[in-house]
């Protein structure tokens, strides 16, 4: 239970990584708040954990509004009284030629990804700060960040930002005592994890695809107060696949 008596925000905590990372905090027997856009998986999500006897209330939460985002942090300590780590996790990518890909949907992947990251850390750190250990963040980014595949300008663009901002931010707040990183999942399967082909998972140095529960694992690493040397890091979580050379035969 290392995380007994904290409060832990996780955005996009209605399905995937968000909803893993939510109970894996629970478990440990944090006070749990699950925001997501999607309101009927989100209250899913938290009436789940609380039929499972852990602490755990959903907020609804477009993380492309500021407004939402303020709201989101005030229900927090409304209901718990204090705020101690957030998970940036909400986001998602657009894959299209960049001769088609439009403004408006570059601004809303890019609002939606990197500039909830910023209000979100920004507005929880002015919480975080009255807290005698100060508190911690994580931002999700991607391995996309450093590899790419055509037509995903958008994405790999956010995900880059997030770590910059990460860094960034760490060194802004840590005065305050806020530790800030950021986690880069590679292949994280969300779905029928059991329907990958051995293909699938032979080509991970690891030996297998990554699942929602290696991310979770990550963001209780970072986030755990006992390791306060670690801040302004990305930690890539990937099976080794960045790592690995490919050579076309």
């Given amino acids: 239970m290392r995380f007994e008596n904290t409060v832990v925000i996780v955005t996009g905590a209605g399905s995937g990584i968000g909803k893993e990372v939510a109970g894996a905090y629970a478990m440990q027997g944090a006070k749990v708040v699950l925001a997501d856009r999607h309101e009927e998986k989100g209250a899913a999500a938290a009436a789940s954990l609380r039929q499972d006897g852990y602490e755990a209330m959903f907020v609804h939460c477009d993380v492309r509004s500021e407004e939402a985002i303020l709201t989101l942090m005030e229900a927090a300590v409304t209901e718990y009284g204090q705020i101690d780590v957030l998970i940036n996790n909400a986001g998602y990518g657009i894959w299209k030629s960049p ?19 910023f209000l979100g850390t ?60 950021s986690i880069s999942p590679g292949w994280i399967e969300t779905g029928e994890y059991e329907q990958l082909r051995p293909e699938d998972h032979s080509q991970h140095p690891s030996g297998r695809v990554g699942k929602p529960s290696d991310i979770a694992r990550a963001c209780l690493y970072l986030t755990d107060p006992e390791n306060d040397f670690i801040t302004a890091e990305n930690l890539v979580v990937d099976g080794g696949m960045s790592r690995k050379m490919i050579y076309q035969p």
């Fill in 99 to 117: 001769y088609e890909l439009t403004v408006d949907e570059w601004d809303d992947v890019m609002n939606t990804n990197v500039r909830s990251c």
């Fill in 122 to 181: 920004r507005i929880a750190a002015k919480y975080m700060k009255n807290n005698k250990n100060g508190g911690s963040v994580v931002n999700i980014s991607s391995t996309r960040a450093t590899m790419s595949e055509p037509n995903s300008e958008a994405y790999a663009a956010s995900k880059g930002a997030i770590i910059s901002l990460s860094h960034a931010m760490a060194l802004s707040l840590s005065s305050e005592h806020i530790r800030v990183n």
